[in-house]
C-alpha cells in the first residue's frame, strides 16, 4: 500500500481479555517499529523487528506483550491478560533497510486501546 | 541512554506569526539525526525536519527550519508565517546513527508541545 496501515482503528475491550494489533507497513520496508503513546506521553519503544526476526524487544513492558511478523511484513503485537495500564495509542511505523542512516521512520495512523 | 526534553507542554501563535518551539538532548553519542514530528488529531505521524548531527547548516524545509546547537544540545524547530494546519502536537526525537548491535534504530522522543494556531 501506500503508506503504514493499522488495524484496527480503535479498540475497547475488558480487562483480562487478550488483543490483537496489525500493522501492514510499506511494501518492500524490511525494518518494523512499534511504539506505545500513553496520555500525555511521547511515544516510547516497544520492538523493533528486521524481517521476521526481533533483534531488539527491550521496550517489551511486560511478558504480556509479544509480537510476530510474518513474511517479512505484516506484524501483529499481541497483549495478554490486558490491563487498564495498557490504555494508549499504538503506533507502527517503517523503513527501508535496516532503519539506519538517514532513512526516516513512516508512521500508520495508529491504534487507539481502551482498556475496561 | 538518550533523552529528550520538550519544556514547554503547549505553545500557541497568531496566525501569520512566528513560533519557535525548544527541544533539548542528552546523549554522550557524536554520530546521529534528530527530527521534528508532527500529529495532527488524526494520529498519524508526520515528518516535519530532520538534521544530521555531522551537518553544520541547519536544515530547512519551506516554512520550517531548525536551530541546531550541537555544543548546547538544543534543537528547536522556528514555524514561520503560522497557518491554521500547523495546529497539532510537535515531537522531537533523537535517533543513533550507531550500530547498536541488536540493530535497531529507535526513536527516543521528548513528550511534545501542543501547538494552537489563533486565527
Known amino acids: 500500500g501506500a503508506g503504514v496501515s493499522q488495524s484496527p482503528s480503535n479498540k475497547v475491550t475488558e480487562k483480562g481479555k487478550d488483543v490483537e494489533l496489525r500493522c501492514d507497513p510499506i511494501?518492500?520496508?524490511?525494518?518494523l517499529y512499534w511504539y506505545r503513546q500513553s496520555l500525555g506521553q511521547g511515544l516510547e519503544f516497544l520492538i523493533y523487528?528486521?524481517?521476521?526476526?526481533?533483534?531488539?524487544k527491550s521496550g517489551l513492558p511486560s511478558d504480556r506483550f509479544s509480537a510476530e511478523r510474518t513474511g517479512g511484513s505484516v506484524s501483529t503485537l499481541t497483549i495478554q491478560r490486558t490491563q487498564q495500564e495498557d490504555s494508549a495509542v499504538y503506533l507502527c511505523?517503517?523503513?527501508?533497510?535496516?532503519?539506519?542512516?538517514?532513512?526516516?521512520?513512516?508512521f500508520g495512523d495508529g491504534t487507539r486501546l481502551s482498556i475496561l | 541512554a538518550q533523552t529528550v526534553t520538550q519544556s514547554q507542554p503547549e505553545m500557541s501563535v497568531q496566525e501569520a506569526e512566528t513560533v519557535t518551539l525548544s527541544c533539548t538532548y542528552d546523549?554522550?553519542?557524536?554520530?546521529?539525526?534528530l527530527f521534528w514530528y508532527k500529529q495532527p488529531p488524526s494520529r498519524q505521524m508526520i515528518l516535519v525536519i530532520r538534521?544530521?548531527?555531522?551537518?553544520?547548516q541547519n536544515a530547512t524545509e519551506n516554512r520550517f527550519s531548525v536551530n541546531f546547537q550541537k555544543a548546547a544540545k538544543s534543537f528547536s524547530l522556528k514555524i514561520s508565517d503560522s497557518q491554521l494546519g500547523d495546529a497539532a502536537m510537535y515531537f522531537c526525537?533523537?535517533?543513533?546513527?550507531?550500530?547498536?548491535?541488536?540493530?535497531?534504530?529507535?526513536?527516543?522522543f521528548g513528550k511534545g508541545t501542543k501547538l494552537s494556531v489563533i486565527p
Open positions: 511505523a517503517s523503513s527501508p533497510g535496516t532503519g539506519g542512516s538517514n532513512q526516516p521512520q513512516h
Open positions: 511494501s518492500g520496508h524490511t525494518a
Open positions: 523487528f528486521q524481517g521476521n526476526s526481533a533483534p531488539d
Open positions: 546523549t554522550s553519542e557524536s554520530d546521529y539525526y
Open positions: 538534521q544530521e548531527a555531522y551537518k553544520q
Open positions: 526525537a533523537y535517533r543513533s546513527n550507531y550500530f547498536s548491535g541488536a540493530g535497531s534504530y529507535q526513536l527516543t
